[in-house]
């Protein structure tokens, strides 16, 4: 499963119980948009070693 998929999945079911936190919300979409997926979202989850990251 690549990062992207991954993350995807997890921010869903995070604003699932998180319903109220709006600004947490945006927080962590917006670094998973701008930073962490266009650097890392194409990789598989076994290639994110310590040295690409």
């Not at 995070?14 to 962490?36: A, E, F």
Request: glycine share 6%; net charge positive.
């Amino acid at each position: 499963m690549k990062l992207q998929q991954w993350a995807q999945d997890w921010f869903a079911a995070w604003q699932v119980s998180h319903t109220g936190s709006y600004r947490t919300t945006q927080s962590y979409q917006g670094l998973l948009q701008d930073t962490i997926l266009p650097r890392l979202g194409k990789y598989e989850l076994a290639e994110l070693t310590s040295l690409r990251l």
